[in-house]
């Protein structure tokens, strides 16, 4: 899976690239769904294509054994990560008449800031997608135009599914640091502004820390930031 990077390349703060994201994932303050059919599962494996990206062979480099075997192993880990996210979303079919109803939000986790008013303004951060999906539909066209208050399922880069927003926030296996998040899971513009939420993290709260708690899932790097936000289709 991919390493954890710093935003510093771009130069921008989590909040920036919030808002990039709420301007191109959200419409207002309703939620933009992608809707898949039974028949289109190639459509998601696509996106976590572009989501999971491998590691190409080199183009002019002599590529030593060493080095391939690494980008090999690195290829089939992330195969796994792919599988693993995928059957996770799509089993939730069976809530919506075997129809995918999903959308994508971004999750930014700041390790080096420990107030959580401050860290929206960091610089260096993690980037971790979680896929909203819905457990509900109205209408024959399988879409509502306001499912904000719809009950919905999130599921995380590792394949996890919670019930709710509150679930993810208080038990996500994120690495310790405050995670900055579209307010309850949700790309809204106000005023043309993404609104936000922040929490300092289930591993950096004192008594994970006190416990010495951290298993592996909680140290995951997250992925590398993408240029381009996945769209719905």
Known sequence: MANSIGNSEVNRTAREVQQNFAESLGYAEEIIWDLLSHEQPDV????????????????TATETEKDKKIRLKHNADNERARQIIFDAV???????????LTAIIYVMVVTNETDVNRAEDCRVFS????????????????????????????????GRVYQNWEMYVTTNELPAGVMVAPERGIYRLVRDQVRLDKYTTPAGTTNRKVLGYLD????????????CPLLPC
Do not use: M
């Open 216 to 227: 592996t899932g909680s140290a995951i790097g997250g992925f590398l930031l993408p240029v």
């Open 127 to 158: 980037v971790h997608p979680v896929f909203r999906a819905r457990r509900c539909i109205t209408g024959s066209s399988g879409t509502s135009s306001d499912s904000s208050n719809c009950c919905n399922l999130f599921i995380d880069e590792l």
């Open 44 to 59: 998601l494996r696509g996106k976590l294509c572009q989501l999971i990206r491998d590691s190409p062979p080199p183009e």
């Open 90 to 100: 799509w089993e939730q079919r069976k809530y919506t008449n075997r129809q995918s």
